[in-house]
């Protein structure tokens, strides 16, 4: 089994920046992929951001997030960081790291991660 704990949500003003972090542990040594998901108030969950180990490594953004947000990770403490600048109220929202063991389904896709953190609340708010 893997747990993943995410701290760093918060309420911020427009404007400003934000980092979580979502810290693994358990079994992951067959961790293919890391990625971060959003729930906003009374819609569905969205991808956001993800980084995969194959070929070489690669990092996908949502549209909505790119050149805002930056996905990291330190592999020495299992930890993935999302850096997150310039937020806006729409990016309210639940956030909930993710990782997947298995190298099925698209890297945007919700059903390609197995284990997932229990999310922490970020609000953007003057």
Known sequence: QVQLVESGGGLVQPGGSLRLSCAASG????????????????KEREF?????????????????VKGRFTIS?????NTVYLQMNSLKPEDTAVYFCAL??????AITSAGR???WGQGTQVTVSS
Request: charged share 15%; no cysteine; hydrophobic share 30%.
């Open 100 to 105: 997947s063991s298995r190298p099925l389904g």
């Open 113 to 115: 991660y197995s284990y």
């Open 73 to 77: 990770r330190d592999n020495a403490k």
């Open 48 to 64: 956001v951001t993800a980084f995969s180990w194959s070929g070489g490594g690669s990092t996908f953004y949502a549209d909505s």
């Open 27 to 42: 079994r992951t040594f067959s961790t293919n992929a890391m990625g971060w998901f959003r729930q906003p108030p009374g």
